[in-house]
T-cell receptor, first 114, second 116 residues
């Protein structure tokens, strides 16, 4: 079965510090795309960042960056200069070249403290 | 900024009753998804539409769930009869097209269903 594993149910970071959320995945496809989605409390899920598997360069979006290790099937998210508004559930997900549906992990709840 | 609309936001029902959820995707988005998110888990796809056609409903419990997108715009997801295990958040998402699997999926706020 194709799966996504997020081994950290909860993480905490102080404001302005850096935190890394872990994700591993398992797919037999060679063509796939990886995503991090953020789900704030009582608000809709939004895309944070995405990575095409065929690209070696790690994606970055402002304070968010990924560490994509294709051989290890690892896709971690680094949040720099954490802000209170970063507090949310973060989901790692992927989609393959043969289907556009997203397969999600179980999520990591991120707390940001003062 | 255009958003995916869903209603109702919250629904409480008793088991064996029928419930229906509505989703209006972003204008022009051909692909519509219904996901179910059980508490403490990530969303799982129930059904995917391309325009008015079902592309994937392999995880939809067809004995009690039905979904339609008659004119290829808004969509309705129905459960009849509801069971206790159906309590979850039902999320609708849309994307512009399926020819590009990297196309971003935009999610609505969800409908939280509680079955008593």
């Amino acid at each position: 079965a194709q799966t996504v594993t997020q081994s950290q149910p909860e993480m905490s970071v102080q404001e302005a510090e850096t935190v890394t959320l872990s994700c591993t995945y398992d797919t037999s496809e060679s063509d796939y795309y990886l995503f991090w989605y953020k789900q704030p409390p009582s608000r809709q899920m939004i895309l944070v960042i995405r990575q095409e598997a065929y690209k070696q360069q790690n994606a970055t979006e402002n304070r968010f960056s990924v560490n994509f290790q294709k051989a290890a099937k690892s896709f971690s998210l680094k949040i720099s200069d954490s802000q209170l508004g970063d507090a949310a559930m973060y989901f790692c997900a992927y989609t393959t070249g043969t289907a556009s549906k997203l397969t999600f992990g179980t999520g990591t709840r991120l707390q940001v403290t003062l | 900024e255009a958003e995916v609309a869903q209603s109702p936001r919250y629904k409480i029902t008793e088991k064996s009753q029928a419930v229906a959820f509505w989703c209006d995707p972003i204008s022009g988005h051909a692909t519509l998804y219904w996901y179910r998110q059980i508490l403490g888990q990530g969303p799982e796809l129930l059904v995917q539409f391309q325009d008015e056609s079902v592309v994937d409903d392999s995880q939809l419990p067809k004995d009690r769930f039905s979904a339609e997108r008659l004119k290829g715009v808004d969509s309705t997801l129905k459960i009849q009869p509801a069971e206790l295990g159906d309590s979850a958040m039902y999320l609708c998402a849309s994307s512009h097209r399926t020819s590009d699997v990297t196309d971003t999926q935009y999610f609505g706020p969800g409908t939280r269903l509680t079955v008593l």
